[in-house]
């Protein structure tokens, strides 16, 4: 059973194209993320949804937008690819505690190049 | 603003040497501090975690952490390294209080030499 789960897992397409990467986590948690890692390997978070509200957004570019249908899925629709999207974007999700501790449960992974 | 700082970008160690990664936090007050472990071509795997019990944490495949809150530290370590060990990790934070927005320290690459 995967606990949090992306698809795809690999995404090709070109510069302008419109994709969406999909998230679905079956741990019951209340909250998701996006985070991109760029080709050295560096990790940034990109949104926060708690209880399908977004309450992180780091001045990422509104063509990336999350969508969050329920708690277990959030969704990354990006439009009008560009070469620097190319990455690979990771879905994360936690159970908010008193004080804010607790471990964040990583996907797989989906890479994207953008050509 | 929280910030981690992960010395060294790659590491190598022999079988069997001791693994030593090195972490260190700026924040005002003293965060929740993460490891991870990143294998090639997957996702982040929690190694353990330090939320102000007891300051030295123990974690998975025999790793383990000691936050030194005088040094702003929290280095990562394993007695003795295994093949299986060779990864990518990283260290992160979360402000106490804050509200689970994660900083990610740069990683360190693992070499385990036979």
């Known amino acids: 059973d995967t606990a949090v789960s992306q698809t795809p897992k690999y995404l090709v397409t070109q510069m302008g194209n419109d994709k969406s990467i999909k998230c679905e986590q079956n741990?019951?948690?209340?909250?998701m993320y996006w985070y991109k890692q760029d080709s050295k390997k560096f990790l940034k978070i990109m949104f926060s949804?708690?209880?399908?509200?977004?309450?992180i957004n780091e001045t990422v570019p509104n063509r990336f937008s999350p969508k969050s249908p329920d708690k277990a899925h959030l969704n990354l629709h990006i439009n009008s690819l560009e070469l620097g999207d190319s990455a690979v974007y990771f879905c994360?999700?936690?159970?908010?505690?008193?004080?804010?501790?607790?471990?964040?449960?990583f996907g797989p992974g989906t890479r994207l190049t953008v050509l | 603003a929280q910030s981690v700082t992960q010395l060294g970008s790659h590491v190598s160690v022999s079988e069997g040497a001791l693994v030593l990664l090195r972490c260190n936090y700026s924040?005002?007050?003293?965060?929740?501090l993460f490891w991870y472990v990143q294998y090639p071509n997957q996702g982040l795997q929690l190694l353990l975690k330090?939320?102000?019990?007891?300051?030295l944490v123990k974690g998975i495949n025999g790793f383990e952490a000691e936050f030194k809150k005088s040094e702003t530290s929290f280095h990562l370590t394993k007695p003795s390294a295994h093949m299986s060990d060779a990864a990518e990790y990283f260290c992160?934070?979360?402000?106490?209080?804050?509200?689970?927005?994660?900083?990610f320290g740069t990683g360190t690459k693992l070499q385990v030499i036979p």
């Open positions: 994360a999700s936690s159970q908010v505690l008193a004080g804010g501790t607790d471990t964040q449960y």
């Open positions: 741990l019951g948690h209340d909250t």
């Open positions: 949804y708690n209880n399908k509200e977004l309450i």
């Open positions: 924040s005002s007050v003293p965060p929740y």
């Open positions: 330090y939320t102000s019990a007891a300051t």
């Open positions: 992160a934070v979360i402000p106490s209080g804050g509200y689970q927005k994660v900083t």
